[in-house]
């Protein structure tokens, strides 16, 4: 079971990292898919990161798109959030630590990317104070 937590935790951070529009950048608008993916994330991150809460701003994400766009953020979306349930269920008889060490850095990718001064997409999370 821990080879399919580290694949879970290898498509989140593959996810995590793709290149996206940074806030306040004009020149590269955010993708459906790029927006679907963040959401997922910050949906992943509400089940795993402890204390985190879904603001107003990722609540409304969706409704920029619409027709295949729309699917196209929900189908990425569907995907990134699949990758933190692997990482939420994350079983390693052996080691139970590495399991929490996954989920940590998981969470602090999160807030670093989608956090109230995220990277990437600020303001989709509100994190709990560490």
């Known amino acids: ?35 679907g993916q963040r959401y997922g994330q910050a949906l992943g991150a509400l089940e795993v990161c402890h204390g985190s809460k879904l603001t107003a701003k990722a609540d409304g994400l969706s409704q920029s798109y619409s027709g295949s766009e729309l699917e196209t953020f929900k189908a990425a979306a569907a995907g990134v959030f699949e990758a933190w349930n692997g990482v939420k269920n994350c079983v390693n ?7 929490k060490i996954i989920m940590d850095k998981s969470c602090l990718a999160a807030e670093a990317e989608i956090g109230a001064t995220g990277k990437a997409l600020a303001g989709l999370v509100d994190f709990a104070k560490h």
């Open 93 to 99: 008889a052996a080691d139970p630590n590495q399991c």
């Open 1 to 35: 079971m821990i080879r399919m937590s580290r694949t879970a935790a290898a498509m989140i951070m593959a996810c995590v990292v793709s290149p996206v529009a940074v806030a306040g950048d004009t020149a590269a608008p955010l993708t459906a898919k790029d927006a």
